[in-house]
């Protein structure tokens, strides 16, 4: 009797554990983001570590390409279209950008850098500090960044810098520079 108990108890306790882990945000996202970019481009992008990738700066000829975020990882849905929208209406990107990794031959992987210029310090004790773009230039099928480069962010820094009592954390700004990013991709080498 007390070892079917204890099968019953650990039964449960696996079933909620499987629950739990079932409805964490993780997999639910993973979910949305394979809907959105598609089983194909979700595998490839399991399969790569854009921390272990190597610099072999050597030009290679591209129609297509795919545009990652910040930690090199899909990105959702809605900050996708963002970036598409923003790159689209620069100057020399034509139909270029694909969410189809089968059909791009360059990767682009833009993450951003919290190493800006700082400017003054506000009288709440904080300062701001611009925000840099790395952009990498990732040849899909040797997984190596062949052309890198950084980007300062645009914009002013803010006239004051608003936080609670006793927060004098930095105040990043600077959006990305879209049009020197497409001129970096396309015609610079």
Same mark, same amino acid.
Not at 18 to 37: A, P
Not at 54 to 71: A, C, M, R
């Given at each position: 009797?007390?070892?079917?108990?204890?099968?019953?108890?650990?039964?449960?306790?696996?079933?909620?554990?499987?629950?739990?882990?079932?409805?964490?945000?993780?997999?639910?996202?993973?979910?949305?983001?394979?809907?959105?970019?598609?089983?194909k481009?979700?595998?490839?992008?399991?399969?790569?570590?854009?921390?272990?990738?190597?610099?072999?700066?050597?030009?290679?000829?591209?129609?297509?390409?795919?545009? *990652? $975020?910040?930690?090199? =990882?899909? /990105?959702?849905?809605?900050?996708? !279209?963002?970036?598409?929208?923003? #790159?689209?209406?620069?100057?020399?990107?034509?139909?270029s950008?694909?969410?189809?990794?089968?059909?791009?031959?360059v990767?682009?992987?833009?993450?951003?850098l919290?190493?800006?210029?700082?400017?003054?310090?506000?009288?709440?004790?904080?300062?701001?500090?611009?925000?840099?773009?790395?952009?990498?230039?990732?040849?899909?099928?040797?997984?190596?960044?062949?052309?890198?480069?950084?980007?300062?962010? *645009? $914009?002013?820094?803010? =006239?004051? /810098?608003?936080?609670?009592?006793? !927060?004098?954390?930095?105040?990043? #700004?600077?959006?990305?520079?879209?049009?020197?990013?497409?001129?970096?991709?396309?015609?610079?080498?």
């Open positions: 009797m007390k070892e079917f108990l204890s099968k019953i108890i650990l039964l449960i306790i696996g079933i909620l554990f499987f629950i739990i882990f079932d409805c964490s945000g993780e997999r639910k996202r993973e979910n949305k983001l394979t809907e959105f970019w598609g089983q481009t979700s595998e490839f992008f399991k399969n790569i570590d854009c921390n272990k990738l190597t610099y072999n700066p050597k030009k290679i000829e591209f129609d297509k390409i795919f545009i *990652l $975020g910040n930690s090199c =990882k899909l /990105i959702q849905e809605s900050y996708y !279209n963002l970036n598409v929208k923003q #790159f689209s209406v620069t100057e020399g990107i034509g139909n950008i694909t969410k189809n990794i089968e059909e791009a031959e990767i682009i992987w833009i993450k951003r919290e190493n800006g210029k700082k400017y003054g310090n506000y009288t709440n004790g904080a300062s701001a500090i611009r925000l840099n773009y790395e952009v990498n230039l990732i040849n899909k099928k040797t997984k190596n960044i062949f052309k890198k480069s950084t980007f300062e962010g *645009l $914009g002013t820094p803010p =006239k004051e /810098i608003k936080r609670k009592l006793g !927060n004098n954390s930095p105040q990043y #700004f600077g959006s990305i520079p879209y049009q020197q990013i497409t001129d970096f991709i396309f015609f610079d080498f």
